[in-house]
């Protein structure tokens, strides 16, 4: 079986549809259908069937995509060797990101990548409301997401999935709020408080309801923004307070805004880079996954201090 048509049956196992694996091969959605049929005779069993107007896999079709998937890795694999025994990581490397990762991670990155002749890294950013930033690997290269823990979007994705940290989310109060001088608060500590609160779906809000649960109390939402730097500035105007991711927050400097550590409720996010797995073998992908690794440490080093228990 060809080894091309081969990954265009992966695709349209990722994809769900002809339409689809032709925009993102650059053919057309006949040449797709086409070399599938190929494919079929090749195979000598049905791999796909209609249903309405669009094509699906049978279950020979599924479990031929999955090895088509092994097959990418195998190819990968030998390839990145090669590069390896050439000590060569170059070509393009595409990475999307939500922007508040970017903003942490990607300059450093960028910077140190100017010592690594011939590779190129070249970035794009997504709204952080996105839902499914697992199902962009298929796009790119590496895929920066985030996520509540125990509501991981990329579990059972077949992804790989590489932890680069994570990231406390704090309260934010303006500085000369009664608690900007606290250690740590509690959800019963906020108790009457105004908040700036996230758009419906952002992983924050997972926070907000815990907060509500554990003090038995409806939230008072003033505004709910997605934007991060747009809730910290509303935080700053003394508007409300707000949770706030430590790392990447503006805040945290005298007379602007001052975080608070959070008790008594599961308040972290988890930053991962997420990869197909045969893209994961590259050497050059590789080479970039290892410098966010290496800025992500950095992050947490540069804003390391005790944290309250949980």
């Not at 339409?19 to 057309?28: N, S, Y």
């Not at 100017?114 to 790119?140: I, R, W």
């Not at 979007?153 to 999935?161: D, I, K, M, P």
């Not at 440490?297 to 228990?309: D, G, I, K």
């Amino acid at each position: 079986m060809d080894v091309q048509r081969l990954e265009l049956l992966r695709e349209l196992a990722d994809r769900g549809s002809v339409t689809a694996v032709a925009a993102a091969t650059h053919r057309t959605p006949s040449a797709v259908s086409q070399q599938l049929k190929v494919l079929e005779r090749e195979a000598g069993l049905p791999l796909t069937e209609r249903r309405g107007r669009g094509l699906v896999l049978t279950d020979a079709g599924r479990a031929l995509a999955r090895s088509a998937a092994d097959v990418a890795v195998s190819l990968a694999k030998a390839t990145a060797l090669w590069d390896e025994f050439r000590n060569q990581a170059t070509g393009e490397v595409s990475l999307v990101t939500f922007p508040t990762a970017g903003q942490m991670l990607l300059p450093g990155v960028i910077q140190d990548l100017s010592a690594v002749t011939g590779l190129v890294l070249n970035c794009s950013d997504e709204d952080p409301e996105l839902s499914d930033f697992p199902a962009l690997t298929a796009d790119y290269d590496i895929v920066l997401a985030h996520s509540m823990r125990g509501a991981l979007s990329w579990a059972g994705r077949g992804l790989t999935v590489v932890p680069l940290m994570t990231e406390p989310l704090d309260v934010g109060v303006p500085v000369g709020h009664r608690l900007a001088a606290r250690a740590w608060v509690a959800p019963r500590d906020l108790d009457g408080e105004t908040w700036i609160g996230v758009t419906d779906g952002y992983p924050f809000e997972r926070v907000l309801q815990a907060i509500e649960q554990e003090a038995g109390t409806r939230l008072s939402m003033a505004q709910r923004f997605a934007d991060l730097s747009l809730i910290e500035s509303f935080v700053i105007a003394g508007l409300g307070i707000a949770l706030v991711p430590r790392y990447t927050s503006s805040g945290g400097r005298p007379g602007r805004l001052a975080l608070i550590p959070l008790r008594g409720v599961e308040a972290e996010r988890q930053i991962v880079a997420l990869m197909r797995p045969d893209r994961a073998e590259r050497l050059a992908v590789r080479t970039v996954v290892d410098l966010l690794r290496t800025r992500a440490s950095r992050v947490q080093a540069a804003h390391a201090h005790p944290s309250p228990a949980v």
